[in-house]
């Protein structure tokens, strides 16, 4: 389960790849550089605990369906990966944006499936240092390689098929909850 978990979590941080791609190198300073990626960053990580929060307060009102609960969810969360693919890969969900301050916005709206996660992750055992530790990690490495690709054009189309292919995994582990998880 733990590794079930860790995968979920990788994917999850997909979600800072298209803000990311926003952040120009060149033409943005390296202390709004570096504390947009840690607003992204942030984000993930507070709307993951405000998830954890809210599933700790109502997912035991639906522990006797917890299989189910958890095949929905995920499966809501890999339509809405694969939903977001073909906006990312137009262009509609790339922002370019000059200052710091203006990445809250966009890095809070692209982590709501982590959100949605976060309450599901009542359900499932591990220790949430570790999951944090992990998404930190994970939306660190993949904000920092998208804001130093230089090809912003090829840059889409791999965001798009990394968000297809999370979906489809997803997709795997919600089935994996529905048939083999009792």
Same mark, same amino acid.
């Given at each position: 389960?733990?590794?079930?978990?860790?995968?979920?979590?990788?994917?999850?941080?997909?979600?800072?790849?298209?803000?990311?791609?926003?952040?120009?190198?060149?033409?943005?300073?390296?202390?709004?550089?570096?504390?947009?990626?840690?607003?992204?960053?942030?984000?993930?990580?507070?709307?993951?605990?405000?998830?954890?929060?809210?599933?700790?307060? @109502? =997912?035991?009102?639906?522990? $006797?369906?917890?299989?189910?609960? /958890?095949? +929905?969810?995920?499966?809501?969360? *890999?339509?809405? &990966?694969?939903?977001?693919?073909?906006?990312?890969?137009?262009?509609?969900?790339?922002?370019?944006?000059?200052?710091?301050?203006?990445?809250?916005?966009?890095?809070?709206?692209?982590?709501?499936?982590?959100?949605?996660?976060?309450?599901?992750?009542? @359900? =499932?055992?591990?220790?949430? $240092?570790?999951?944090?530790?992990? /998404?930190? +990690?994970?939306?660190?490495?993949? *904000?920092?390689? &998208?804001?130093?690709?230089?090809?912003?054009?090829?840059?889409?189309?791999?965001?798009?098929?990394?968000?297809?292919?999370?979906?489809?995994?997803?997709?795997?582990?919600?089935?994996?909850?529905?048939?083999?998880?009792?």
């Amino acid at each position: 389960m733990q590794v079930v978990s860790i995968i979920i979590l990788f994917i999850l941080s997909f979600q800072v790849m298209p803000v990311a791609v926003g952040m120009d190198v060149r033409k943005t300073p390296a202390f709004h550089l570096i504390s947009g990626i840690l607003l992204l960053v942030s984000g993930q990580l507070l709307l993951f605990l405000i998830g954890i929060w809210l599933g700790n307060r @109502f =997912m035991h009102l639906l522990s $006797g369906i917890k299989d189910y609960v /958890l095949f +929905v969810g995920f499966v809501l969360i *890999a339509v809405r &990966f694969n939903m977001e693919a073909f906006k990312v890969r137009k262009g509609e969900r790339t922002y370019i944006i000059g200052k710091s301050s203006t990445y809250i916005i966009p890095a809070i709206a692209q982590a709501v499936n982590t959100f949605l996660a976060g309450i599901l992750f009542y @359900f =499932m055992p591990g220790t949430l $240092g570790n999951e944090l530790v992990y /998404l930190a +990690v994970f939306s660190f490495s993949l *904000a920092i390689l &998208f804001v130093l690709i230089k090809n912003k054009k090829l840059a889409l189309p791999a965001i798009s098929f990394l968000y297809m292919m999370g979906g489809g995994i997803l997709m795997g582990i919600a089935f994996y909850f529905i048939f083999f998880n009792h």
